[in-house]
C-alpha cells in the first residue's frame, strides 16, 4: 500500500515539475559520467535552472482549445 | 483457453455497446440514465482502442518499439526529455483539454441529446484520435517538427504557409469566442466576476512563490495556490451581500470584455513565470480534479437525461445558433470529436517527450478518447437540465425578447414548458440575480454541473458550486486567452521578422508592445463586437471557430495522407482521406450556407442586407439602429473570413491531390523528410520505471 502511495506520489511530482531539478542533477551527472573528457560547467543552481526550466516550457504553443 | 476468455469479455463488451448506443438512439419521449451514455461511450472507445487503433498502429503506421525516438536521440535534459508514457499522456491530455468540448456540447444539446452524442462517439473515434495519433507518429519520425514545418516538407511551400495562416486565424478568432463565454458568465454577477477576478492576483502570488519564495517548489506553491481559489469562490458570496462592494463588480458585458482585453494585453507582455505559468499550473490542477469529480458524481448519480433525442430545432430555427442539424452539429462540436489545434500539440511538443514509438497509440488516440469522453460529460450536465431551463438560460433576448415574461412565452410555445418562478427561483438558488438570456454555454453547464454536484454531494451549496463551476470554467479559459495571444505575438514578430529582422527580436520592447497590441486587437475587435450584438454573439463566432478548427484538422489530416500515400500505402489512405473528405464536406457546407443562405439567421450576407434594408426604412428601435452600420460591417467582414478559411482549405486540398498524383504517375515529388533508422538503447526498465 505505502509502495503504491509512493509510487502516486512520485507520478504527480514527476507530472507537476515538482523533482524537475532532480532530474536535471541526474542527467547532468550521466552525461558527464559518459563524456569526462569535455569542458566542465558545474550545474546549475535550482534558482537559475528552475528559471530557464520555466521560461523554455512556456515557449510556443502549450494549451488548446 | 485464456484466447478463448478475452475474445468472449470483447464479444460482451462490444454487445454492451452496441445495446447501449441503439438505447440511446432508439429511446423516444421517455427520460434516459445518464448511465446509458457513460456505458456506450465506454465500450465504444474500448473497442476502437483494443481493435481500430491498434490495427492502425500496427499495420499502417507500422510503429517500431526499437528505434529511438527524438526525445532518446536529442536528449538535452530540457524540451527533449525520454518520459514515462503516463507522464506523457498526462502533459498531453493537459494540453489538448480546454474549453472547448465543455462548451460545444453545451449549444449543440440545442438539437437534442442524440446527434452531439453520435458525432462525439464517432467522430472520435474515426476521426479526431486518428488525427491525432497519426500526427504524432508523423512528427515523432521527423525529429518531433511542427506541424506548419512538416506541411512545407512534404507537400510543398503553400501547405506550409497555410498551416501558419491558418494557426493565426484560428487562434484569434478562439481567444475572441472564449472571451465571450467569459463576459457572459460575469455579467451583472458580482460574485463571478468577483471570483474570476480574484484568479489574477492569486497566479501571482503562486507565481511570486515559486520563483523567489521557495525556488521550484511547485506542488507547494500550487496547493497554497487552489486553496487561496477556493476561498475566493466562498468569499465571492460576501461581496455579493454587501451593499457596496457588490457595486465594485457588477458590470455591463462590455466594460467587462474591456477589461478582459486589458489582462490578455498585461498577460502578453509580462513575464511567464509572473502570470501564466503559476495559472496554468492551476487551472491544470482544477481541470483534472473537477473533471473526474463530475465523473464520480455522474456515476454515483446517475441523473436522468431529461432533453429529447431530437428537438423541432435540427430543421434550422434553433434558438441558440440558426442552421440545420447538418453540417452545423458537425461544425459546433470540434473539440470533443475532431479538433485541429491537438496537431499542434502532438506534433512539436508531445514527440520530444515520447520514450518509445509503442506508446503513441495510447498517447494519442487514448489523450482523444479522454477527451471525447469529457464530452460526453458536458453533453449529460446540459441535458440533465429541464428542456425549458436549458432554452431560457441560453436563449439570446434577441431571440426571445428581453422581458422574462416575453421569454417564457415564447420557450413553452416551443414545446419546453418554464415559468417565471422557476427562473426566479433557480437563480435565488445559485446565487444569481437572473439567468435568463445567459448565452455562451457556460451558465448553463454550471447550472447542469452544480445540480449534479449538489445532488451527490450536497443540495445546501448549490450557490457554492455553481460559481465554483463558473471559476473552473474562467480559469482555464482566461489560461487559454494567456497563452493564445502570447503564441499569437510570436507568430506576428516571427513574420514581421521576415520584413523588418528587428521585429523579430522577440525582447525588443517596442516589438513586444506592437505585436501584442496588435494581437489583442484582433481577437479584441470581434470580442466587441459579439458583446454589443442583440443575438448574442456566439450565434456568430462559434460557427467561425468551428470552421477554423476544422480547417486546421484538415490540413493535418491532408499531411497526413500525402505522406500515407507518399510512403506506397495508398490502399491504406483511407484511414485519414475518408475523415478528410467528411471534415471538407461539412466545412465547404457550412461555410457556403453562413455565406450564401437566404435565412437572416444563417447567412452572413442576408443578415447584413437585412439590416441595411431596416436601417433604411427606419424601423429599428434607436439603440440597435445606432449600432447597425458596425454590425453591417462586421458580418460582411465575417463572410469573407469564412470565405478565406474555405478557399485554404481547398487550396490545401487540391496541393495535397497534387503531390499525391505526381507520385502515382512516377513524377517526381518532395522526397520524405522521415529520419533515418537509429536503433533504441534505451534499457527496457529504465523507461518503464
Known amino acids: 500500500m505505502s509502495g503504491k502511495l509512493k509510487a502516486f506520489w512520485r507520478f504527480v511530482r514527476r507530472l507537476s515539475g515538482d523533482d524537475a531539478y532532480e532530474q536535471y542533477l541526474m542527467h547532468y551527472a550521466q552525461q558527464h559520467q559518459a563524456d569526462a573528457g569535455h569542458e566542465c560547467h558545474p550545474p546549475l543552481s535550482k534558482i537559475d535552472f528552475f528559471k530557464q526550466w520555466q521560461d523554455a516550457k512556456w515557449n510556443g504553443i502549450k494549451r488548446c482549445c | ?689
Open chain 2, 1 to 689: 483457453m485464456n484466447k478463448l476468455l478475452k475474445n468472449a469479455i470483447w464479444i460482451l463488451i462490444a454487445v454492451l455497446g452496441a445495446s447501449a448506443v441503439s438505447g440511446i438512439a432508439l429511446n423516444r419521449g421517455e427520460n434516459i440514465s445518464a448511465l446509458w451514455f457513460i456505458t456506450a461511450a465506454l465500450c465504444v472507445y474500448a473497442v476502437a482502442y483494443r481493435f481500430y487503433a491498434a490495427w492502425i498502429a500496427a499495420t499502417i503506421l507500422i510503429v517500431d518499439d526499437t528505434r529511438a525516438t527524438p526525445a532518446e536521440r536529442l536528449d538535452n535534459g530540457r524540451d527533449f526529455v525520454p518520459t514515462n508514457k503516463w507522464i506523457v499522456f498526462g502533459h498531453h491530455f493537459a494540453a489538448i483539454a480546454g474549453p472547448g468540448p465543455l462548451v460545444g456540447p453545451t449549444l449543440a444539446a440545442q438539437f437534442g441529446f442524440l446527434p452531439g452524442t453520435l458525432w462525439i462517439l464517432f467522430g472520435a473515434v474515426l476521426g479526431g484520435c486518428v488525427q491525432d495519433m497519426t500526427t504524432l507518429f508523423i512528427s515523432t519520425r521527423r525529429d518531433a517538427k511542427s506541424l506548419g514545418q512538416m506541411a512545407s516538407d512534404e507537400l510543398g511551400p503553400l501547405g506550409g504557409t497555410a498551416a501558419l495562416i491558418g494557426t493565426f486565424a484560428i487562434m484569434i478568432i478562439l481567444i475572441a469566442v472564449l472571451g465571450l463565454v467569459v463576459v457572459n458568465a460575469m455579467k451583472h454577477s458580482p460574485w463571478a466576476t468577483f471570483t474570476v477576478s480574484a484568479t489574477i492576483p492569486i497566479a501571482m502570488i503562486v507565481g511570486i512563490y515559486m520563483r523567489y519564495f521557495r525556488p521550484g517548489q511547485v506542488l507547494e506553491a500550487s496547493a497554497l495556490g487552489v486553496i487561496l481559489l477556493l476561498l475566493a469562490v466562498a468569499g465571492g458570496r460576501f461581496i455579493d451581500d454587501h451593499e457596496t462592494l457588490r457595486i465594485v463588480f457588477d458590470h455591463e458585458g462590455l466594460i467587462l470584455a474591456w477589461w478582459v482585453m486589458a489582462y490578455g494585453f498585461a498577460a502578453a507582455i509580462l513575464p511567464v513565470w509572473l502570470l501564466l505559468a503559476p495559472r496554468d499550473y492551476l487551472s491544470t490542477y482544477m481541470k483534472l480534479g473537477t473533471i473526474t469529480l463530475l465523473a464520480v458524481a455522474i456515476i454515483m448519480l446517475q441523473p436522468d437525461v431529461k432533453m429529447p433525442a431530437v428537438t423541432q430545432f435540427i430543421d434550422g430555427t434553433g434558438p441558440i445558433f440558426g442552421g440545420k442539424l447538418f453540417p452545423f452539429v458537425f461544425i459546433t462540436i470540434a473539440c470533443g470529436a475532431i479538433s485541429g489545434f491537438h496537431a499542434l500539440i502532438a506534433s512539436g511538443t508531445t514527440p520530444k517527450l515520447l520514450s518509445n514509438e509503442r506508446d503513441i497509440r495510447m498517447i494519442g488516440y487514448g489523450g482523444m478518447l479522454l477527451e471525447s469522453f469529457v464530452a460526453i460529460m458536458a453533453m449529460i450536465a446540459a441535458t440533465v437540465l429541464d428542456p425549458g431551463v436549458f432554452f431560457a438560460i441560453n436563449s439570446p433576448a434577441g431571440v426571445v425578447g428581453s422581458e422574462a415574461i416575453d421569454a417564457v412565452a415564447k420557450i413553452s410555445s416551443w414545446g419546453y414548458p418554464v415559468t417565471v418562478e422557476q427562473m426566479q427561483n433557480l437563480a435565488r438558488k445559485m446565487g444569481e440575480a437572473t439567468l435568463f438570456a445567459r448565452t455562451g454555454g457556460a451558465p448553463s453547464l454550471a447550472v447542469g454541473m452544480a445540480s449534479i454536484f449538489g445532488s451527490a454531494f450536497g443540495e445546501g451549496m448549490l450557490a457554492l458550486w455553481y460559481h465554483f463551476a463558473i471559476m473552473f470554467e474562467a480559469i482555464f479559459i482566461l489560461t487559454t486567452l494567456d497563452a493564445g495571444t502570447r503564441v499569437g505575438r510570436f507568430m506576428l514578430q516571427d513574420m514581421l521578422g521576415n520584413i523588418w529582422p528587428k521585429m523579430g527580436e522577440t525582447s525588443w520592447t517596442p516589438s513586444v508592445i506592437l505585436t501584442s497590441a496588435l494581437v489583442v486587437s484582433g481577437w479584441g475587435y470581434f470580442l466587441y463586437i459579439g458583446v454589443i450584438d442583440p443575438n448574442g454573439g456566439v450565434n456568430i463566432l462559434w460557427p467561425l471557430f468551428g470552421i477554423a478548427n476544422q480547417m486546421l484538422a484538415a490540413i493535418a489530416l491532408c499531411v497526413a495522407t500525402g505522406i500515407l500515400v507518399k510512403s506506397g500505402k495508398l490502399k491504406y489512405a483511407w484511414v485519414t482521406g475518408l475523415p478528410l473528405m467528411w471534415l471538407v464536406t461539412i466545412t465547404t457546407t457550412a461555410a457556403w450556407q453562413k455565406i450564401a443562405s437566404d435565412d437572416i439567421r444563417i447567412g452572413f450576407f442576408a443578415a447584413a442586407n437585412d439590416l441595411t434594408d431596416k436601417l433604411a426604412a427606419d424601423v429599428l428601435p434607436p439603440a440597435k439602429a445606432a449600432i447597425a452600420p458596425q454590425l453591417i460591417f462586421n458580418l460582411h467582414l465575417d463572410a469573407w473570413l469564412t470565405l478565406f478559411f474555405v478557399s485554404l482549405l481547398w487550396l490545401i486540398v487540391f496541393d495535397m491531390l497534387r503531390v499525391c498524383t505526381r507520385y502515382l504517375t512516377g513524377k517526381p515529388v518532395l522526397p520524405l523528410t522521415e529520419s533515418p533508422h537509429c536503433p533504441s538503447r534505451l534499457v527496457e526498465d529504465w523507461v518503464r520505471d
